[in-house]
């Protein structure tokens, strides 16, 4: 076949390519095609169904596919399909009669198959694929329950802030960070204990060098943040929520989506892993994006809610003071990296970008200025320990008479007081 037509797709990075796509001699599952897609950065394997979108009868013929995985056999039962187009590639509603409607997605871009590993790690869920296609470690088809007739959370909230109803939406908010942290709680064994700081840090250099930002921020980060198998889609676009008995949304019965990384993985991979800080601060940017958060003024509350709800069910040491110091990166500087990466794909997606992502990056040198205030704080607060010690160290070997010794000994009663005023110039973890 010829080269897909797919360049005004949604999920097609259309503006960042730099050359016609041609087609590569990547191995595929028999019945599809691979392509190079080239940009300014990389090179992007795209993976097409050599005939174009199936039919019914093909879309059976898939269920003997090389590579497939979990609950595969219902495409066996397809009546009828229809395609559009998702924020990830190409998307079938399925009916498969008594088997009920399901929900297939071809992914013409994947990194490591983040979709099929997340499903594998959760069971038996039906908010997770349930079975699909994995080739040479990425995702290349995902089969869903269909769960379109339920409401995004951020669906709701849009419609709660509208109606004026503030205290439903602190609420739902605030479900949505319980739900974030019982995930994190699910995956906590999956925790490496050795700190991937000074890949992160590589990985914002690289941010910064696509974006050519201007801003520079680096982090040692605190013991306890540890990487592990993170959400990575986390937002409340992936949030779905239940009605209760009189088919109103039930704001403490949500439930959490696991797509696969896709197009937005293939462009920027995680190629470590990351703590569950990231997915919370994914969670942030969500709210920030909805026009109608900034526009109700309760942002800074609302992600208030969002964190009070994650610290309720995320593992305590992800929640630990030493986690979310923020002097150590903390929440704020995995929400600049998510900054930047907005900035990115709204580039390579060719959209304009937010906003709230332009106010985020221009405040970030800001935001740096007061923690370098900070820093002077805890200098002071060092050197007050200093001086006391030489104080008591005179006057035990008796450099000094312990009448002289005295004023320096008194330096450490001040040391309590900046180091609280250090912890208070930190940026909030909200």
């Not at 005939?51 to 590579?67: A, C, D, I, R, T």
């Not at 590993?117 to 470690?137: D, H, K, S």
């Not at 740096?368 to 607060?381: D, L, P, S, Y």
């Amino acid at each position: 076949m010829g080269t897909p037509d797919v360049f005004d797709e949604p999920w097609f990075p259309h503006a960042a390519v730099t050359t016609e796509i041609r087609q590569s001699n990547t191995s595929t599952p028999i019945g599809f095609d691979s392509f190079d897609v080239p940009i300014p950065w990389d090179t992007l394997s795209m993976i097409w169904p050599t005939e174009g979108l199936p039919n019914v009868e093909k879309l059976q013929s898939w269920v003997e596919m090389e590579g497939k995985w979990g609950n595969f056999e219902s495409l066996k039962d397809a009546k009828t399909v229809q395609w559009s187009s998702g924020p990830l590639g190409p998307v079938a509603k399925i009916d498969s009669g008594k088997k009920g409607i399901w929900r297939l997605e071809i992914l013409p871009f994947d990194d490591d198959g983040h979709g099929s590993r997340i499903a594998e790690l959760l069971g038996n869920n039906p908010y997770v694929a349930q079975g699909g296609v994995r080739w040479q470690g990425r995702d290349i088809i995902l089969l869903w329950r269909d769960l379109s007739l339920w409401p995004t959370a951020n669906q709701v909230l849009t419609n709660l802030l509208s109606s004026g109803k503030l205290d439903e939406s602190r609420l739902l908010v605030e479900s949505c960070g319980i739900i974030l942290g019982e995930f994190h709680t699910l995956v906590r064994e999956s925790a490496n204990p050795v700190r991937y700081a000074k890949p992160w840090n590589e990985r914002l250099k690289m941010l910064e060098e696509r974006t050519s930002s201007t801003t520079l921020w680096r982090a040692p980060h605190g013991k306890d943040t540890v990487g592990c198998i993170t959400h990575r889609n986390f937002s409340l676009e992936n949030i779905v929520v239940l009605n209760d008995a009189s088919g109103e949304p039930n704001f403490q019965e949500v439930h959490l989506l696991h797509p696969a990384s896709g197009v937005y993985g293939a462009i920027l991979p995680m190629l470590d892993r990351a703590p569950g800080l990231r997915d919370l601060a994914s969670g942030y940017r969500s709210l920030e994006l909805n026009d109608n958060v900034i526009d109700s003024g309760m942002i800074l509350e609302l992600r208030r809610c969002l964190f009070d709800g994650w610290c309720s069910t995320a593992p305590p040491s992800w929640s630990s003071s030493q986690s979310l110091d923020s002097h150590r990166g903390g929440v704020p500087i995995w929400e600049y990296e998510k900054a930047l990466e907005e900035q990115i794909f709204s580039d390579v997606f060719g959209k304009k970008i937010h906003a709230r992502t332009k106010w985020f990056l221009y405040h970030v040198s800001s935001i740096q200025a007061g923690m370098f205030r900070a820093r002077a704080v805890a200098a002071g607060a060092l050197s007050c320990l200093v001086v006391a010690g030489l104080g008591i160290y005179s006057g035990m070997t008796g450099l000094l008479t312990w009448e002289d010794s005295f004023p320096l000994i008194l330096c450490v009663l001040p040391i309590p007081i900046l180091r609280q005023f250090y912890r208070n110039l930190a940026p909030p973890p909200y």
